[in-house]
């Protein structure tokens, strides 16, 4: 086999090569089986790379692959099972490409781990090894466009240790010879919950396979990740990456856990304004004139009624409130994992109810009844917002029919269950010797006719295909009710109904 020193430069240049997002298939197609001959990896389909590791399925599964990759130590077997995957892709898959998101996190995790048995000291600082100790993250902003103000901040370098030590320091642009100038600065502890939290997701994105993220005149960043062991991973990329993990932001985490404002990070933190949560609140007081009067002195009485609305992020939740009169609430609380989130994401924030007409000076109020509305909006980085105004079609925002519609709609999906639904629960259990008779119409409010169904999960409301005509044509029809009958007491003779196809 060649000199360990080459096999490390192989796998150094092939891990960075599988990283970047800039990448193309035939980039890593071209060169490749020259310089694996030239190491002495053997093509042999993966037969060597199975019988060593039976039954494990790593070398077609990433996930496998991954649960096993330590426990390669022959630099021999792990070249030529990476070899014979490239082999295997790139000549007799079907339409498979190395780059795909299958394959590519599979080839990050071969060269890494090569990288590791060919490096001098037995680590590589490829991808992160071990549990992180420190982190530093130095991020510049700087890219092509005008040039900032003196007093514009440029550049972050923000360090943690694991046992919750924090510094930051910020650094403007000055006066435009190179030198940046020291901005704020902010030396603090964290909590230990927020650290481990921190250092944990920290570990793990950067230890295993993630794209490398670059581009063109745009920030950059730079990190170094010290483990536990002493030893450095350097990591860098353009200040546009998205990493996630547990459906986390990284960039995002660190924002929310050290409050420390207009935090770079990987992304320069210039992702779009979300709403986190909103507050609604209607009040109407209506005078009335009952037929009896209260008293002698007074002859209305007021109804004091209120609707609250809240929408938030943190509890995926909605809640409806009405206060309908003194001693009478309803509540209603949808809590939806992701669905409210989606709901919110939906939101344009730049321009969430900016709009509202206002009434006009010769606008007749309503002496007996007033109708009033707060909005508070609370974003994730611009200061709160209350909008108050009157009810109607001119004192709302322009945008309040369309936001009212989506979140209408919302809760109208999960209406109100079952439990009060006669269509459940008058709904018998068919018997032996019953025959399951569907009642559909081919449009809406027209005459309905008897079909049989053989499956019991059909369901009113269901559309199906039936047989029409002496032909025997299909056509669709709603199930609009199911009766069941025996043979004796069948609407219809059993021989000469038709049968349900299937579902549309």
Same mark, same amino acid.
């Given at each position: 086999?060649?000199?360990?020193?080459?096999?490390?430069?192989?796998?150094?240049?092939?891990?960075?090569?599988?990283?970047?997002?800039?990448?193309?298939?035939?980039?890593?197609?071209?060169?490749?089986?020259?310089?694996?001959?030239?190491?002495?990896?053997?093509?042999?389909?993966?037969?060597?790379?199975?019988?060593?590791?039976?039954?494990?399925?790593?070398?077609?599964?990433?996930?496998?692959?991954?649960?096993?990759?330590?426990?390669?130590?022959?630099?021999?077997?792990?070249?030529?099972?990476?070899?014979?995957?490239?082999?295997?892709?790139?000549?007799?898959?079907?339409?498979e490409e190395l780059l795909s998101p299958e394959n590519r996190p599979w080839f990050i995790i071969a060269f890494s781990r090569l990288a590791v048995l060919s490096s001098e000291n037995g680590y590589s600082s490829l991808v992160l090894d071990g549990q992180a100790k420190k982190i530093k993250i130095i991020s510049n902003n700087i890219g092509y466009g005008p040039c900032p103000m003196p007093e514009g901040e440029v550049e972050q370098h923000l360090t943690m240790?694991?046992?919750?030590?924090?510094?930051?320091?910020?650094?403007?642009?000055?006066?435009?010879?190179?030198?940046?100038?020291?901005?704020?600065?902010?030396?603090?502890?964290?909590?230990?919950?927020?650290?481990?939290?921190?250092?944990?997701?920290?570990?793990?994105?950067?230890?295993?396979?993630?794209?490398?993220?670059?581009?063109?005149?745009?920030?950059?960043?730079?990190?170094?990740?010290?483990?536990?062991?002493?030893?450095?991973?350097?990591?860098?990329?353009?200040?546009?990456?998205d990493y996630e993990i547990d459906g986390k932001d990284l960039s995002e985490m660190l924002r929310d856990a050290l409050g420390i404002e207009n935090l770079f990070v990987f992304d320069g933190d210039d992702k779009p304004e979300k709403v986190e949560r909103l507050l609604i609140e209607y009040h109407r007081i209506t005078k009335i004139k009952p037929k009896v009067p209260p008293s002698e002195k007074i002859d209305t009485v007021t109804w004091d009624y209120s609707?609250?609305?809240?929408?938030?992020?943190?509890?995926?939740?909605?809640?409806?409130?009405?206060?309908?009169?003194?001693?009478?609430?309803?509540?209603?609380?949808?809590?939806?994992?992701?669905? /409210?989130?989606?709901?919110? @994401?939906?939101?344009? &924030?730049?321009?969430?109810?900016? *709009? $509202? =007409?206002?009434?006009?000076?010769?606008?007749?109020?309503?002496?007996?009844?007033?109708?009033?509305?707060?909005?508070?909006?609370?974003?994730?980085?611009?200061?709160?917002?209350?909008?108050?105004?009157?009810?109607?079609?001119?004192?709302?925002?322009?945008?309040?029919?369309?936001?009212?519609?989506?979140?209408?709609?919302?809760?109208?999906?999960?209406?109100?269950?079952?439990?009060?639904?006669?269509?459940?629960?008058?709904?018998?259990?068919?018997?032996?010797?019953?025959?399951?008779?569907?009642?559909?119409?081919?449009?809406?409010?027209?005459?309905?006719?008897?079909?049989?169904?053989?499956?019991?999960?059909?369901?009113?409301?269901?559309?199906?295909? /039936?047989?029409?005509?002496? @032909?025997?044509?299909? &056509?669709?029809?709603?199930?609009? *009710? $199911? =009766?069941?009958?025996?043979?004796?007491?069948?609407?219809?003779?059993?021989?000469?109904?038709?049968?349900?196809?299937?579902?549309?």
């Amino acid at each position: 086999m060649a000199d360990i020193k080459q096999v490390y430069e192989f796998a150094v240049k092939w891990f960075k090569k599988y990283r970047s997002t800039k990448t193309s298939e035939i980039e890593v197609e071209e060169g490749f089986a020259e310089e694996c001959f030239a190491l002495g990896f053997k093509m042999d389909c993966g037969e060597s790379f199975q019988k060593a590791f039976p039954n494990t399925q790593a070398f077609d599964d990433c996930i496998h692959f991954e649960q096993i990759i330590n426990r390669i130590d022959d630099i021999s077997l792990l070249g030529s099972a990476i070899f014979s995957k490239w082999r295997y892709i790139t000549h007799w898959s079907y339409s498979e490409e190395l780059l795909s998101p299958e394959n590519r996190p599979w080839f990050i995790i071969a060269f890494s781990r090569l990288a590791v048995l060919s490096s001098e000291n037995g680590y590589s600082s490829l991808v992160l090894d071990g549990q992180a100790k420190k982190i530093k993250i130095i991020s510049n902003n700087i890219g092509y466009g005008p040039c900032p103000m003196p007093e514009g901040e440029v550049e972050q370098h923000l360090t943690m240790t694991a046992d919750g030590r924090v510094w930051f320091t910020g650094y403007n642009f000055g006066n435009g010879d190179g030198k940046y100038e020291r901005g704020r600065t902010k030396n603090f502890s964290l909590d230990k919950e927020k650290t481990e939290y921190i250092f944990s997701a920290f570990s793990r994105f950067f230890s295993g396979e993630f794209g490398d993220v670059f581009a063109t005149d745009i920030g950059s960043w730079k990190m170094t990740i010290t483990n536990t062991e002493g030893h450095e991973f350097p990591f860098k990329g353009s200040l546009c990456a998205d990493y996630e993990i547990d459906g986390k932001d990284l960039s995002e985490m660190l924002r929310d856990a050290l409050g420390i404002e207009n935090l770079f990070v990987f992304d320069g933190d210039d992702k779009p304004e979300k709403v986190e949560r909103l507050l609604i609140e209607y009040h109407r007081i209506t005078k009335i004139k009952p037929k009896v009067p209260p008293s002698e002195k007074i002859d209305t009485v007021t109804w004091d009624y209120s609707e609250q609305l809240i929408i938030d992020r943190e509890s995926e939740s909605v809640e409806h409130i009405q206060r309908i009169g003194s001693g009478c609430i309803v509540t209603r609380k949808y809590q939806v994992e992701e669905g /409210v989130a989606d709901l919110l @994401d939906d939101l344009d &924030a730049d321009s969430l109810f900016e *709009n $509202i =007409e206002g009434n006009p000076p010769d606008a007749h109020d309503n002496t007996n009844e007033t109708k009033d509305y707060a909005i508070t909006v609370d974003f994730k980085k611009k200061p709160q917002r209350v909008i108050k105004g009157s009810y109607d079609k001119n004192g709302l925002p322009k945008d309040w029919p369309e936001f009212a519609e989506d979140i209408f709609n919302f809760m109208r999906f999960y209406n109100l269950g079952e439990i009060l639904d006669s269509s459940v629960y008058s709904k018998a259990k068919r018997r032996a010797g019953e025959f399951m008779f569907c009642s559909v119409e081919f449009s809406e409010d027209g005459k309905s006719y008897y079909y049989i169904s053989d499956e019991d999960t059909i369901e009113v409301g269901d559309f199906v295909i /039936v047989p029409v005509g002496k @032909d025997e044509n299909t &056509a669709t029809a709603e199930v609009v *009710n $199911i =009766e069941y009958f025996s043979e004796e007491k069948a609407p219809f003779p059993i021989e000469k109904t038709k049968h349900i196809i299937g579902r549309e």
